[in-house]
């Protein structure tokens, strides 16, 4: 059975740490929940480090729903969180339900994922009337990139983390379950986690929310010349796969790959005719 909303809200009661990862295809799925993460995001982070655009904001409908089906077929337990793509939400709540509903019953998802605060109220509370449980994106919001000016750090200020902390309640009373706090100051993530009854999942903003979540290329190093600040290397697979492909390919163009070993081979007396055949021609 998969891990639930109400299991997540019931580890934030326990004061039980929740692990988070991105996850954007079958196999990366299938390790991560292996390792025993209970929340996988499909992260429209696929943009950059998947499809390789610039940002986030080309992703689509389709692209979101394609890698969600495939990080769905690599699960069991772990409960699936699909971000909604720029534009998929944000022009009227009706849209947002629509494209919302594909997430869950075309991917597979178990919840979606939205970027906003105060202002995304009522979207936020006709999707789960619609029964579609959301996580709020608060602080940094990687679809506002433009409008923000690049990656900056939010609620640094009395100002503008007050705002934070009202965005982070309005979500909360409109029916979230959960609020990704990204880029925000560690001590304003402390005060807003301290205020919410359902869990903060921290990205970049100090230890004291109640989840952390991480990209999965960040963490094992495998886009070598991008680390952010925040970002843990627990493993560098990067070069470890340049490596490997490296010695791949010197073995090719030396001939020492395959061996007779990694090859199928004809039996003998097979062989033998093959030759008698194509001699009498």
């Given at each position: 059975?998969r891990?639930?909303?109400?299991?997540?809200?019931?580890?934030?009661?326990?004061?039980?740490?929740?692990?988070?990862?991105?996850?954007?295809?079958?196999?990366?799925?299938?390790?991560?929940?292996?390792?025993g993460?209970?929340?996988?995001?499909?992260?429209?982070?696929?943009?950059?480090?998947?499809?390789?655009?610039?940002?986030?904001?080309p992703?689509?409908?389709?692209?979101?729903?394609?890698?969600?089906?495939?990080?769905?077929?690599?699960?069991?337990?772990?409960?699936?969180?699909?971000?909604?793509?720029?534009?998929?939400?944000?022009?009227?709540?009706?849209?947002?339900?629509?494209?919302?509903?594909?997430?869950?019953?075309?991917?597979?998802?178990?919840?979606?994922?939205?970027?906003?605060g105060?202002?995304?109220?009522?979207?936020?509370?006709?999707?789960?009337?619609?029964?579609?449980?959301?996580?709020?994106?608060?602080g940094?919001?990687?679809?506002?990139?433009?409008?923000?000016?690049?990656?900056?750090?939010?609620?640094?200020?009395?100002?503008?983390?007050?705002?934070?902390?009202?965005?982070a309640?309005?979500?909360?009373?409109?029916?979230c379950?959960?609020?990704?706090?990204?880029?925000?100051?560690?001590?304003?993530?402390?005060?807003?986690?301290?205020?919410?009854?359902?869990?903060?999942?921290?990205?970049?903003?100090?230890?004291?929310?109640?989840?952390?979540?991480?990209?999965?290329?960040?963490?094992?190093?495998?886009?070598?010349?991008?680390?952010?600040?925040?970002?843990?290397?627990?493993?560098?697979?990067?070069?470890?796969?340049?490596?490997?492909?490296?010695?791949?390919a010197?073995?090719?163009?030396?001939?020492?790959?395959?061996?007779?070993?990694?090859s199928?081979?004809?039996?003998?007396?097979?062989?033998?005719?093959?030759?008698?055949?194509?001699?009498?021609?």
């Amino acid at each position: 059975m998969r891990v639930t909303i109400r299991d997540l809200k019931r580890m934030k009661s326990r004061g039980e740490r929740v692990p988070m990862l991105t996850a954007y295809d079958y196999t990366s799925a299938l390790l991560v929940e292996a390792a025993g993460v209970p929340l996988i995001l499909v992260g429209d982070s696929l943009g950059q480090w998947v499809l390789g655009y610039g940002t986030t904001l080309p992703v689509t409908m389709d692209d979101m729903v394609h890698h969600v089906k495939a990080v769905v077929r690599g699960t069991e337990t772990a409960h699936v969180v699909a971000d909604m793509p720029f534009m998929s939400y944000q022009a009227e709540p009706a849209e947002a339900v629509r494209n919302a509903g594909r997430m869950l019953q075309e991917g597979g998802a178990q919840s979606v994922k939205l970027e906003g605060g105060v202002s995304l109220v009522e979207t936020v509370g006709r999707l789960v009337t619609a029964g579609i449980p959301v996580m709020g994106h608060i602080g940094f919001t990687p679809q506002s990139y433009n409008q923000i000016g690049g990656y900056r750090v939010q609620g640094r200020f009395p100002k503008a983390a007050a705002s934070l902390i009202d965005d982070a309640v309005a979500l909360e009373s409109a029916g979230c379950y959960a609020v990704v706090l990204e880029m925000v100051p560690a001590q304003l993530a402390s005060l807003i986690t301290e205020r919410l009854s359902i869990p903060t999942i921290g990205i970049a903003s100090g230890v004291h929310c109640d989840g952390q979540v991480q990209v999965f290329h960040d963490m094992f190093g495998l886009i070598e010349d991008f680390v952010p600040k925040h970002a843990r290397r627990y493993a560098d697979l990067g070069a470890i796969i340049k490596s490997a492909v490296s010695e791949y390919a010197a073995d090719v163009r030396s001939a020492s790959y395959p061996s007779d070993e990694e090859s199928h081979q004809m039996k003998p007396e097979a062989l033998e005719k093959l030759t008698a055949d194509l001699a009498g021609l």
